[in-house]
């Protein structure tokens, strides 16, 4: 398997947005452009207590895969930032075994 | 793990634990204009859960959210429980609970004295759009009340697919639908089908994964994207389709003539048309020709506010993929160059070769040539009362048959001035007009107060019931009711499953009535029976009755053949060509040229515009347009706070862009009033990044059930009415058509001291608005 | 093996039906989620053309549908989706799905 994904542990995601910049400075994006996108769900009250609130960032149309990093032995630099390690890349047969391994993890493929 | 549809393959009734599950089909109220598979779950005689029917080709076991909360609708603690007879003033919310028996009586009583002292035709009834009582209701006007005065409930312009169907009508003989599959059972097997994918499809003022209008399921768009189709977009706004077209036109509303008319020109000139056909199977294509001659893509592109080229891609784009096809919507219809513009969009499907071709327009019929629909019942009427038919000055809409009606506005206009004869009565069926349909909403409120006796057959008190009903009838809801119904195909059955208090299904009502008054009339017993007849005498094709069809086949596909004008299967005389004068598609309309109409496609600008009314535009200052469907809401149904629907969407949005509102120092979230010189409505601000600085969208069929039911309340059906600022009466030639999506308004923000007087109050108690 | 949710955003229409799909299966009361739908956009690209994507995420009451799965359905959100946009079953036939094309997304809300 030759196609690569993105790997989400959105248990850990914080919101923090250090993937959207450093996607945008990877990529060179002007104000309102993004390649990655932090989306949210909640902060909700569940009615069995507690909350539900988690943040989700979504891969957009202008992603590259950080194809140019990963030629220089990068890691891609959404991943490479994220404070809470809370995201991989990788080829998808791995990020898929990874994401199976826990609950609470998405795998995006942006492109084939 | 055996999969679960598989085991119950073919069976209309099971039972999985608790609950009895029951396959058939659903129809409007509540709902919209499709007729899913749906299995319906009830324990202890009531509805607990609905799920799509994977084995119907239609919907594939898919389903909209309107009909994943049905049961919310059908339980829910606001119908009223039994028929209801006004006890205080009109408006005051006072009722007293009586028998059918007593509401027929009264009803009764009411028509005879109406026949005996003014005439049968000084009544008159009306629906709601696209609903499961599409023939019913005609048919009590026609054979119970001896009316000719039927039409849907003071729908401008009669604008809701009506100007397209007449317009098809004439060019074609026949109806014309994008080729999405949906005529096969096998729908997008091949192999099997003589289908194929269309290379473009035109979203053409559809947004149909929300509205899933006329029949067509939204879905199949989808469907068809994945299998290759490429998409051009004809919108305002960015629709999700409009993301992912290959050309989007964000016209400014209400100029979509005007856009065709220049991608007639662009075929043309450039020689993309289909010679073929065009010389074997067209009449009047040098006259079209001349026509759209003027209408170059820079004098549209400036009218339009869409850039010339990209009015070239698009034409050059549509005309070069084999197959393409077209799926439109109602803002063709609304705007009083309707017909016309239907003219001109029917047009290019007709020279680019794509009339009833596979993935093209398919020329569609009704399953088994079952007719009933507006017309169903007008032959019991004498001819010289059917020559009494309310609009009768406009022959396309009240005798052409192409699903003619009695004319709204003109009828609005009798209530008001009593020509040419008064209207005394107003039967009312699952239409609430003063929230949905009226285009003045404010003037059709004034009017209807006066009229002598009016009766309301819905779901739910409405404003409409609320502020007009002398006698109310609660409505069964679609499990309710023992039916069928057919719109293109399939033909489908509905079998009750629960029965609501005292609901009655539209078809009982109909026929206990109906004996009372002819009884010749309704020689059937009962629902079950009245569906058994119109199977059994009204749909040749179709070997069943009642109960081969709701409780055997439950949906029925007739054969479907292409290109029927070579194989002499559209005209009655056998021969090859088209159901029309000249046996061909007419792009110069030979009817219309009878009649004195324009037999040409053209547009002209809306009389409220910024070319059209410069000064206006100087005070109100953005194109309002106004009725863009939202996956939540049927137009003015699912409003009730227990629907998830009112939990996803609470309040009434409009949009504009982010510059403009910035300029006016409004922010996402804003309550803001909407006016103009006719009145004012508020809605909350969303802001819509994709729109064209200048126009504004303002959504439609606003009440808010919570709120108090007397007036001047009245559900707050007023405050948030985009109806507030759209005039009725202004009609195309044909009566067809109605500016609905074509006004202009300014915004402001609402604050205490400029909403001291709301619109429900300043409309129910102080006579305010389009005087 | 953990189960898994395909999502082709490519496709997701943002149409609520799986949410109301999803609640009827869990019998959620107003505001609460078993899967929620997320937007991304619209927003403009400086290249041409718009960003405009739903997408819908397993909140933490998602049950994977374990009750119907057992009866032999398929997941309340998937049976539902008018786009045919959703798929559910093991995660690696999911994985192996989501890596056939491009803008899917695989969603492991347990395991």
Redesign the interface.
């Known amino acids: ?1 030759t ?1 690569n ?1 993105l790997l989400i542990d ?1 248990e850990f995601c914080t919101g923090c947005h250090a993937c959207e910049v450093a996607c945008k400075k990877h990529l060179g ?2 104000q ?3 390649g990655i ?1 932090l ?3 909640g902060p ?1 009250e ?2 069995g207590g507690g909350w ?1 609130y ?1 943040y ?1 960032p ?1 891969p ?3 992603c590259d895969m950080c194809a140019p990093r990963i030629a220089e032995g990068k890691d891609a630099a959404c991943v490479h930032h994220c404070p809470a390690h809370a995201m991989r890349f990788g080829p ?2 791995e ?3 990874a ?14 | 793990m055996e999969d679960y549809y598989e085991s119950h393959k073919g069976q209309v009734e099971w039972q999985d634990g608790d609950y009895t599950v029951t396959r058939t089909t659903v129809w409007s109220g509540p709902g919209c204009h499709d007729g899913c598979g749906v299995l319906y779950y009830t324990k202890d005689g009531k509805l607990e859960k609905v799920e799509g029917d994977p084995d119907c080709a239609y919907n594939q076991g898919t389903l909209c959210m309107r009909c994943l909360e049905m049961p919310e609708a059908v339980n829910n603690p606001r119908r009223p429980t039994r028929p209801l007879k006004r006890v205080g003033e009109r408006g005051e919310n006072k009722w007293e609970g009586i028998t059918w028996d007593e509401a027929y009586d009264i009803i009764e009583a009411k028509v005879r004295s109406i026949w005996d002292e003014y005439a049968p035709e000084s009544i008159a009834c009306m629906i709601g759009t696209g609903r499961a009582n599409c023939w019913q209701v005609p048919y009590l006007c026609y054979s119970a009340f001896g009316s000719p005065n039927f039409c849907l409930g003071f729908l401008s312009g009669e604008s809701c697919f009506q100007p397209r169907s007449a317009a098809m009508a004439s060019m074609n003989g026949d109806f014309l639908i994008a080729d999405c599959s949906q005529q096969f059972e096998k729908r997008y097997d091949t192999e099997n089908t003589e289908w194929r994918v269309p290379e473009i499809i035109v979203n053409w003022g559809c947004n149909a994964v929300a509205s899933n209008s006329d029949n067509f399921y939204g879905g199949w768009i989808v469907d068809c994207m994945q299998r290759g189709t490429k998409l051009i977009t004809v919108d305002p706004s960015l629709t999700w389709l409009a993301a992912r077209s290959e050309v989007w036109l964000r016209l400014r509303p209400g100029t979509d003539g005007a856009l065709a008319l220049a991608m007639l020109n662009v075929i043309i000139e450039e020689d993309l048309w289909d010679h073929d056909f065009v010389e074997n199977w067209c009449y009047g294509f040098d006259e079209l020709a001349e026509r759209v001659k003027e209408w170059t893509p820079e004098r549209s592109a400036e009218i339009c506010w869409v850039e010339a080229d990209t009015i070239r891609a698009a034409a050059r784009r549509y005309a070069e993929a084999k197959p393409a096809a077209i799926q439109w919507g109602l803002p063709i219809d609304q705007a009083v160059m309707g017909i016309p513009t239907a003219q001109a969009i029917n047009a290019l499907w007709a020279i680019t070769g794509n009339t009833d071709v596979p993935g093209g327009n398919i020329i569609i019929r009704n399953a088994f040539d079952q007719n009933v629909s507006y017309n169903y019942g007008y032959n019991n009427l004498p001819a010289e009362v059917q020559a009494k038919r309310i609009g009768a000055e406009y022959p396309l809409m009240s005798k052409a048959g192409f699903s003619s009606t009695a004319h709204s506005d003109s009828i609005l206009q009798a209530i008001e001035t009593g020509e040419p004869y008064p209207i005394r009565m107003l039967w009312l069926t699952s239409t609430n007009p003063i929230a949905n349909m009226a285009s003045d909403a404010p003037r059709v409120f004034r009017a209807v107060k006066t009229v002598d006796f009016v009766v309301v057959n819905d779901l739910f008190l409405t404003p409409t019931a609320v502020a007009f009903a002398d006698i109310f009838l609660p409505a069964a809801m679609s499990p309710e009711r023992d039916m069928q119904r057919v719109w293109w195909v399939p033909l489908r059955g509905m079998k009750k499953v629960v029965q609501y208090a005292e609901a009655k299904s539209d078809d009982t009502v109909v026929t206990e009535l109906g004996k009372r008054l002819h009884p010749e009339n309704f020689p059937w017993d009962d629902d079950k029976g009245w569906t058994d007849n119109i199977l059994r005498t009204e749909t040749p094709g179709y070997d069943g009755g009642y109960d081969d069809l709701c409780n055997r086949d439950v949906w029925v596909y007739p054969d479907f053949e292409y290109r029927k004008y070579e194989k002499g299967l559209l005209r009655p005389d056998g021969q090859p060509g088209f159901n029309t004068p000249t046996g061909r598609v007419e792009l110069y309309n030979s009817v219309f040229s009878l009649w004195g109409y324009d037999p040409l496609p053209d547009w002209a600008e809306p009389s409220c515009s910024p070319y059209a009314s410069p000064e206006l535009y100087e005070e109100y200052p953005f194109v309002l347009t106004t009725g863009a469907r939202s996956f939540e809401f049927f137009h003015s149904e699912h409003r009730q706070p227990e629907l998830t629907s009112r939990e996803l969407h609470p309040d009434p949005l409009f949009e504009m862009s982010a510059k403009s509102a910035a300029e006016l120092g409004l922010h996402e979230g804003d309550w803001c009033w909407l006016e103009n010189q006719r009145g004012r409505c508020r809605q909350k601000l969303h802001v819509n990044p994709s729109l064209d600085d200048r126009v504004v969208r303002a959504e439609h069929g606003w009440w808010f059930p919570e709120r108090e039911a007397a007036e001047p309340s009245l559900y707050g059906v007023f405050d948030s009415n985009i109806n507030n600022l759209l005039p009725q009466c202004e009609n195309g030639v044909t009566g067809y058509g109605a500016p609905y999506k074509n006004q202009l308004c300014k915004v402001y923000l609402c604050t205490e001291e400029n909403s001291e007087t709301l619109p429900s109050l300043h409309v129910t108690k102080m006579g305010g608005y389009s005087k």
């Open positions: 398997m196609t994904a959105y994006l002007p309102g452009q993004f996108k989306l949210q769900d909700r569940l009615e539900e988690n989700l979504m957009t149309s202008l998808a047969d990020i898929a075994a994401a199976a391994e826990k609950g609470r993890r998405a795998m995006f493929v942006p492109t084939v």
